[in-house]
């Protein structure tokens, strides 16, 4: 009931948004304000259920499962950061006279509409819903990433949406055929199409149909995903919305997309009655989706773009070890909160960059630690949590990717190994020329002086959690409940 | 065979002829036109499918076809290309002549590859249905090989939409049809898509002056 409600005052804030008489203060206040409330309402709801409280919920349209329960809570914790940054970043670029107030009516309408499409990603049980939901995850982000009118965001925009929606809709195409396989097995028309009921008609599916389905299901959410060669629109696309919105895109759509991918995952592994051959479409697109990007971001002109492309490298780092077994899976789940946390603070970082130095280029910001310190001190421990620096939570699921990875694979792993070495590397030298190289002339150099802000405190936050998730999973305590919620995502 | 059989073939058959000519049209309003028709021949398929079979619901579902695809989306899109002044002369790297051999030649292979799948697998018996299939497979591949091929952001976005009519071919071949919430959901999402969409390439052509997507290259590594 409660996610009922969360979803209408996700509807209600949309609309809300559309007033004609919201002022831009005003527009920001209540984005802020269904944030707070979408938390509460999300955690009250499904907090329970990821503590393992009360029983998993299962409805004929939905399904709260403890490690959907974990992804929502991470959505609402991401939304609410992101509107606290907003608060902030667009005031700059409103008084800036960069941002108009229909631009920014236009950013209040299509950010709660964006997490609601999340939520019922999430939380959907009936396959069509769960389509729909992630097809409008690109629909409501469209508008944002050709947010600034440029040639390049409508560059970015188009190649976004026709990327995204064929790859949704091939994961369409996986979704009927699955379908079919449910029907052949027995399923009702309305059963074929909820992911309880087929897991539970694995028995008598036909597996070589199931298998079809997993290869247009693997390429289309794959897309989504940023999986390597799939990945094209995404250092584009998250490059060039406005900095919140990149941090939400970067740091949870990715997650979203994968765990729905992992969903269908579990259906084919129990038809097949193992997950030896899932697993090695997510071993081989993992090292490819960790080795591509580590190339490129040696050579990287652009810190957004930089960052972007990270989230490639990590959607990689994902895969293998969603391909490892039970063991990667809890590495899986690590991973994923520790990129969600590190890589938005990145984000809401790289916005403030952006604001002050007006410019993302690497060679035209520079001693960003003498100039802007709060902001190149927060940047320099996220990239540092980023690349798995202890006592980050990264470092034990690349602990888990090295240590599972080469006793089972160690070809693979070697070469996944390779490619997070070197992109950690390419990280590390561009940040250093941007925190400590000194200015040169073409740079902007009147910056005034830094002073903290909600952005910092967002960021100091976000790392804040981040030490004491690290901290609980290295000392271990934390290790069993993140090892039963991962369980969720096992079929067999 | 029955009047209603006879009619879903040649709807059928209208479908395919309708997507043969999209993927080798090579002026806007021409393009509208088939990829229109042949929606409609889909539509007129769920109609001839939903009499035949007693499915009362795949007349919903023909309704909506119809009225998003032959008549919404063709609309908009015409309206957003007039607005931004777009040139009606489209680009593909293939010449229209060639278009009409390299179409048919991908449909075969979709085809060939459906009937080689584990999806014809199953002893069905031969009807209006099972044809569909591969057929459907076939207009998948052409929609894919269409927004491979064209270079102007129009008819990229066609392509989207005649995959989207092989997709919706599948449905109806192999599942008689999905449950109507989820095919208005779909049809909602098709539209909106095809909205943005429209509009993007309206502003694309304002900005850069054409519709050709070889001129969208200011992002690269």
């Known amino acids: 009931m409660l996610l009922f409600l969360a979803f209408g005052i996700l509807l209600l804030a949309a609309l809300l948004s559309l007033l004609p008489k919201m002022s831009g203060r005003s527009l920001r206040w209540t984005g802020l ?26 409805t004929s349209w939905w399904e709260v499962s403890r490690f959907a ?74 508008l944002l990433v050709s947010f600034y009118g440029k040639k390049s965001s409508m560059e970015a925009a188009w190649k ?18 699955l379908g079919y396989a449910g029907a052949q097995a027995g399923l009702q028309e309305a059963s074929a199409f909820k992911i309880s009921l087929l897991r539970g008609a694995t028995g008598s599916m036909d597996q070589g149909i199931v298998m079809w389905a997993f290869v247009f299901l693997f390429i289309g959410f794959g897309t989504k995903i940023g999986l390597v060669p799939m990945h ?11 900095s919140p919105v990149s941090a939400m895109l970067s740091g949870i759509l990715l997650n979203v997309a994968f765990f729905t991918l992992l969903r269908f995952k579990g259906i084919v592994d129990l038809t097949l009655k193992s997950g030896a051959w899932t697993d090695q479409f997510f071993l ?32 990689g780092i994902m895969a293998f070890l969603a391909g490892l077994g039970p063991l990667g899976m809890v590495g899986f789940t690590i991973h994923m909160i520790g990129h969600a946390l590190s890589k938005s603070a990145l984000f809401f970082g790289a916005g403030e960059l952006l604001q002050r130095f007006e410019s993302t280029k690497f060679h035209l910001v520079h001693d960003v630690l003498k100039r802007a310190p709060r902001t190149g001190l927060l940047f320099l421990a996220a990239a540092l949590f980023l690349i798995g620096v202890p006592p980050s939570g990264l470092f034990l699921s690349e602990y888990v990717l090295v240590g599972t990875g080469l006793v089972a694979h160690p070809f693979l792993s070697a070469a996944a190994l390779a490619g997070i070495t070197m992109a950690g590397l390419g990280l590390m030298r561009h940040l250093f020329e941007l925190l400590f190289h000194p200015t040169i002339p073409e740079e902007k150099q009147d910056v005034p002086v830094e002073t903290w802000n909600l952005t910092h405190t967002v960021m100091a936050l976000q790392l804040g959690i981040g030490l004491i998730f690290g901290l609980w999973m290295l000392s271990g305590q934390g290790w069993p409940l993140l090892s039963s919620v991962s369980a969720d995502l096992l079929s067999l | 065979m029955t009047n209603a059989s006879l009619f879903s073939m040649l709807m059928i058959g209208l479908f395919v002829a309708g997507t043969l000519s999209c993927f080798s049209t090579m002026r806007l309003q021409s393009l509208l ?58 680009a593909s790297s293939l010449r229209p002549s060639a278009s009409w051999f390299v179409g048919g030649a991908v449909f075969a292979v979709g085809i060939y590859l459906a009937l080689r799948s584990p999806l014809f697998v199953g002893g069905l018996e031969p009807t209006q249905m099972t044809a569909l299939l591969p057929i459907s497979v076939g207009v998948v591949f052409m929609g894919f090989a ?41 049809y909602s999402a098709v539209l909106i898509g095809a909205i943005l969409m429209a509009t993007l390439s309206g502003r694309v052509q304002q900005l850069f002056g054409t519709h050709d997507t070889s001129r969208l290259s200011e992002l690269t590594d």
């Open chain 1, 284 to 315: 081989v697109f993992g090292v490819l989706t960790i080795l591509l990007p580590s190339i490129v971001l040696l050579s990287q002109r652009n810190y957004k773009r930089m960052l972007a492309y990270h989230s490639v490298e990590h959607m």
């Open chain 2, 146 to 186: 269409m927004m491979i091929l064209r270079k102007d952001v129009l008819s990229q976005l066609l392509g989207f939409l005649v995959l989207e009519n092989g997709i919706a071919a599948f449905s109806l071949s192999a599942l008689g049809g999905i449950p109507v919430a989820i095919e208005f959901g779909v």
């Open chain 1, 160 to 177: 976004y949406i026709v990327i995204c929606s064929t790859g949704i809709a091939l994961g369409l195409f996986g979704i009927l055929i």
């Open chain 2, 33 to 90: 036109r088939s990829y229109a028709f042949s929606s409609a021949a889909l539509g007129g398929l769920a109609l001839g499918l939903a009499v035949e079979e007693s499915a009362i619901h795949l007349i919903t579902v023909a309704g909506a076809v119809i009225v998003v695809k032959s008549f919404l989306v063709p609309s908009v899109i015409s309206r957003m290309a007039e607005r931004s002044h777009a040139s009606k002369r489209l």
């Open chain 1, 232 to 242: 094209t629109w995404l250092p584009d696309a998250h490059s060039k919305t406005p």
């Open chain 1, 33 to 58: 304000a269904s944030s707070v409330l979408i938390l509460c309402a999300i955690l009250w709801s499904v907090g329970p259920v990821l503590l393992g409280w009360t029983d998993p919920r299962l």
């Open chain 1, 69 to 142: 329960s974990l992804m929502g809570i991470l959505v609402a914790w991401l939304y609410v950061c992101a509107m606290l940054v907003s608060l902030h970043y667009l005031h700059v670029e409103e008084r800036k006279g960069i941002v108009s107030i229909r631009q920014m009516r236009l950013y209040m309408v299509c950010v709660p509409l964006f997490v609601l499409s999340m939520l019922a990603a999430i939380f959907a049980d009936n396959v069509g819903i769960l389509w729909v939901a992630l097809e409008s995850t690109t629909l409501s982000t469209t």
